[in-house]
């Protein structure tokens, strides 16, 4: 394949997403992705072997779906106008990066109008329960799901479609919708969900460990990288804690902590040392850091497949 064939989707496809977020009056394949897990979910979560059966239903969508991006691509390598045009679509798709920060900035807004507006708004985004939260505490939970969602709905994407095209880019959506969908510690999902969440935890390691390593970078914190390293391990997940703990060490603040989730209050590790109070004001600060980071990735993945064919 003609690195053109890379890298021009992904610069088509990343101004888009700068452009116009998610389409949310058109079609969008993670919609398709959601509705074909749920009608897997209802068919086999059920009975005995459910471990068995959610492995199947992962490794089916997983496959299918990069089997056919994998199809696609090859179908239309010879019409390369065609090709980019759909790669194009597929890597908008694929990138989050403007609704990430559009949901943010609304929950901010909201914030403004009263704290029972925050909360709200809050809960679109967020699986904690927040009605019980303060204003401190809505905004730390927007700067946490700011960076995290950075790693698994940007930077992912990015890394599996520099890897394997398209094809990379939607087998990691299906992986990481799998996940949001069916990746849970409760009753339903224990077992039939628990391949899906593993999968989705080796998928996004290498990932959320750049999406640090570059919050450092575009922020001129390199000298903070072991305060990444000893807080990132800190978090329950593998992987979300890195990029918060970046976060919390540009922003010199602590993320974490106990929360509510389903009724049950879940300890959760405190990410940073210092304590301190919020303001509003610092949401720019955020947004700038996920528009550099992901505009220095799309940079280096371009970069990078140019000199190795143009070698």
């Not at 045009?85 to 990430?100: D, G, P, Q, R």
């Not at 939970?141 to 930077?155: C, Y």
């Not at 890195?242 to 590790?269: D, M, Q, R, S």
């Amino acid at each position: 394949m003609e690195y053109q064939r890379i890298i021009i989707p992904l610069l088509i496809g990343y101004v888009l997403d700068l452009l116009l977020g998610d389409p949310r009056k058109l079609p969008h394949p993670i919609r398709f992705f959601g509705n074909c897990i749920a009608r897997g979910e209802r068919w086999l979560n059920k009975n005995s072997h459910r471990l068995l059966k959610g492995i199947l239903l992962t490794v089916v969508l997983v496959m299918a779906t990069a089997a056919f991006f994998g199809m696609l691509t090859q179908l239309t390598l010879p019409y390369p106008i065609l090709h980019d045009l759909i790669a194009s679509v597929v890597v908008f798709y694929a990138l989050a990066n403007k609704s990430l920060i559009d949901e943010g900035k609304a929950v901010f807004e909201a914030l403004a109008q009263g704290l029972e507006a925050g909360r709200k708004r809050l809960s679109w985004i967020v699986g904690r329960e927040t009605k019980m939260l303060d204003a401190q505490q809505i905004q730390k939970a927007v700067f946490e799901t700011m960076s995290e969602n950075l790693s698994d709905g940007v930077i992912a994407p990015l890394f599996y479609y520099a890897l394997f095209g398209i094809a990379g880019a939607m087998g990691y959506k299906m992986i990481n919708t799998l996940d949001s969908m069916i990746g849970y510690k409760n009753d339903r999902y224990l077992y039939f969900g628990k391949f899906a969440a593993k999968l989705d935890d080796v998928a996004n390691y290498i990932p959320a460990r750049i999406t640090a390593l570059l919050m450092l970078v575009v922020s001129g914190k390199l000298h903070k990288i072991p305060f990444v390293l000893r807080y990132g391990k800190q978090h329950a997940s593998p992987n979300a804690g890195y990029p918060e703990a970046a976060l919390a060490a540009i922003l010199e603040c602590t993320f974490g902590g106990p929360n509510y989730y389903h009724g049950k209050l879940v300890p959760k590790p405190f990410i940073g040392d210092r304590d301190r109070a919020l303001a509003p004001e610092e949401l720019r600060t955020v947004i700038q850091i996920n528009h550099r980071v992901t505009a220095v990735f799309v940079f280096l993945i371009a970069l990078g497949y140019y000199l190795y064919y143009d070698a």
